[in-house]
């Protein structure tokens, strides 16, 4: 809770948050909000500029993009809530276990994430979608099991500090179970570290999705999203130059918003854990000098030059 106070205090924070929380909005109420239909195609309004019914025109086939705009935002992020969920899963659980479950196990564990981490966020999607079918859930468990390794490491250097201190030791000497030493002692220190690894893999994961949707992976058409909607602008730029800056710049700001928040709490985790005694010395009033006592006082010069008695 005191991360998260400090992270509300800074100017990042409180510039990320109001685009996440739109953001957000968009994405659980978009498609109640549009206007019209997003799917709907009018044959007489092909590539229509804003204005009248169309405020932010139509595109290539009659549909309102202020209509797909807000229904896509919902799939979009969902998606990367998706991936971002299940390698929080694949991650953090192994990360923590391999402190504790023995050699064998986290050699086990280590060696897997050095092979996932040489594998290819989008090949290795495609290469999901094309053996589980094209759908969002099956690319998005694959690229939740390539973000996996980033949690796991992270988690697991996170850990690896906290298990080697003192008190989790006396803990452990005294009979606490190891559920309650990460309950008590571990989670609640390394959750600012979980949560700045989060708010990074979910701008990955928009980015990656983003790129999925534009070459047709992981969502069936017509359904809008904003990858989709960008590869659909890019055919006609002569006719709309203005189109594709419309989603574009909403994976921009979603993109930037989560970077700011992950600075932001980044920077509030890092100013809780400066020492405490350098706090209280820069708030200490100024006293009196201090006077050395008769046990302080220096021995005069004679009796520290005279020799020690045989």
């Known amino acids: 809770m005191r991360t998260l106070r400090r992270t509300l205090r800074l100017r990042t924070a409180r510039i990320a948050l109001p ?31 804003p204005g009248g019914a169309h405020l932010l025109g139509t595109d290539y086939l009659g549909r309102d993009v202020l209509s797909r705009l807000l229904a896509g935002t ?13 390698a929080m899963l ?10 504790w479950l023995g050699r064998v196990f986290e050699w086990v564990s280590l060696r897997a994430v050095d092979a996932l981490m040489t594998l290819p966020f989008t090949l290795f999607a495609i290469a999901a979608v094309g053996v589980f079918g094209n759908g969002l859930h099956q690319a ?7 973000l996996s390794p ?4 992270v988690t697991r250097a996170a850990a690896l500090g906290f298990t080697q201190a003192q008190y989790v030791q006396a803990a452990e000497l005294m009979g606490a179970s190891r559920r309650w030493i990460l309950r008590t002692h571990l989670w609640s220190k390394i959750l600012p570290t979980v949560a700045v690894t989060t708010a990074h893999a979910l701008a990955t994961a928009l980015l990656t999705v983003t790129s999925l949707t534009f070459l047709g992976v992981g969502v069936q058409p017509p359904a809008p999203t904003w990858g989709g909607m960008l590869a659909s602008d890019l055919g006609f730029l002569a006719q709309q130059p203005w189109a594709p800056v419309l989603p574009a710049t909403l994976i921009m700001l979603t993109v930037g918003a989560l970077n700011l928040l992950a600075d932001a709490v980044r ?13 209280t010395a820069a708030a200490a ?24 008695p045989a």
């Open 140 to 146: 998005m468990l694959a690229l939740g099991v390539l």
């Open 150 to 153: 980033l949690f796991f490491r």
């Open 74 to 86: 919902g799939d979009s992020v969902a998606g990367a809530v998706e991936a971002v969920a299940a």
């Open 285 to 308: 009033p100024a006293g009196r000098p201090h006077r050395a006592g008769p046990s302080e006082q220096p021995a005069p010069k004679e009796q520290a030059d005279a020799p020690l």
């Open 90 to 99: 694949l991650g953090i659980v192994p990360g923590i276990a391999s402190l």
């Open 19 to 49: 685009v996440l929380a739109a953001v957000a909005l968009l994405a659980l109420f978009g498609g109640a909000l549009a206007p019209q239909d997003p799917l709907a195609q009018d044959t007489a309004q092909l590539l229509h500029a």
């Open 267 to 279: 920077d509030a985790g890092a100013a809780g854990t400066e020492p405490v005694r350098a706090r």
